[in-house]
């Protein structure tokens, strides 16, 4: 009987400027998975990030485009494996949650397993980021239907197929809500495992800006909305600017009930303009609704060409 070959796990760790972390971070998830390779993609460090790393024994590549989203593009299309593992090099995720997270994705032929994050230390998550995370988390389950317990999280384990049909579109940090509302679109399979979440070690500093990244993610959360569900979102223009047409008809058509005349041409006017706007929105919706779904059949018949996880 021919044995089962074991997956091929790649551990990859995007990271910038994390020298007080990285060797440590390789060093853990070295221990977790002996017979996992490392990778350490470096975003243009200014500090001895690359030396640790290598000297950690990680393979280190190099990604010049600035932004998280650019450094899991250039992994995803380099690295070949059946499993991929990814988590940030700052040390603030548990390596040994891991092999967990590797085993549910390989008993249930997940797609996609996300390390909730479970923080113990005030330091380790400000309260402005849990806030925004259960809002940005609502909102997704909102929109789309359902969502996950963590949309935030950058510890994730990916099957090659998920890794090979996603078409990084992101830059930054909203990296994480594309990963999310892609397997959400194409129904995959996924899960969660919580996880430890700990404070950075001393001398290294968080990328995130709270505000900034906040609304980019907001910002994306409405694009990927308006790509995925354009019937819902230009039907909600039209429906929208339909009613206020209505609205602002009301007295006109009062008038001419009583009196024969339309006093008021520029709103007669107005009104007819919103009218028209609003049809052509709900004719856009159903047109980009049919473009979308095509879209996604294609992703979908990419997908089911390569093999589950096993």
């Given at each position: ?40 993609y470096d975003n243009n460090s200014s500090d001895r990030t690359v030396a640790v790393a ?18 899991v593009r250039r992994m995803f299309a380099d690295i070949d494996a059946d499993i991929y ?163 602002l008809s009301v007295p006109l058509v009062v008038t001419y009930v009583n009196t024969g ?50």
């Amino acid at each position: 009987m021919n044995e089962v070959a074991s997956p091929k796990i790649a551990v990859i760790l995007p990271c910038y400027n994390e020298e007080a972390a990285i060797g440590a971070t390789v060093s853990g998830f070295r221990a977790a998975l002996p017979n996992a390779t490392i990778y350490v993609y470096d975003n243009n460090s200014s500090d001895r990030t690359v030396a640790v790393a290598t000297k950690a024994g990680a393979i280190v590549r190099t990604e010049r485009q600035q932004g998280k989203g650019h450094v899991v593009r250039r992994m995803f299309a380099d690295i070949d494996a059946d499993i991929y593992v990814m988590a940030d090099g700052d040390l603030t995720y548990d390596p040994k949650a891991a092999p967990a997270m590797v085993d549910l994705l390989l008993a249930e032929q997940l797609d996609m397993v996300v390390g909730t994050r479970r923080h113990e230390e005030k330091e380790a998550y400000r309260g402005g980021h849990v806030l925004g995370n259960k809002l940005f988390t609502g909102l997704l389950s909102g929109l789309f239907g359902r969502s996950f317990s963590d949309i935030f999280s950058g510890y994730r384990v990916f099957s090659r197929r998920f890794v090979k049909s996603f078409p990084v579109l992101s830059s930054g940090f909203e990296i994480e809500t594309e990963m999310s509302v892609h397997a959400l679109e194409l129904r995959m399979p996924v899960g969660e495992v919580e996880t430890a979440y700990g404070a950075r070690p001393e001398g290294s500093q968080s990328k995130l800006s709270t505000y900034s990244d906040g609304w980019r993610i907001l910002k994306t959360i409405v694009t990927l909305y308006r790509i995925e569900r354009p019937v819902l979102f230009y039907g909600s223009i039209g429906a929208l600017l339909l009613l206020l047409a209505i609205l602002l008809s009301v007295p006109l058509v009062v008038t001419y009930v009583n009196t024969g005349l339309v006093p008021r041409v520029p709103t007669a006017i107005l009104v007819t303009g919103m009218s028209i706007i609003a049809v052509l929105c709900f004719f856009a919706g159903l047109i980009l609704d049919t473009v979308t779904r095509g879209r996604r059949e294609v992703r979908r018949l990419y997908y089911l060409s390569l093999a589950a996880p096993q």
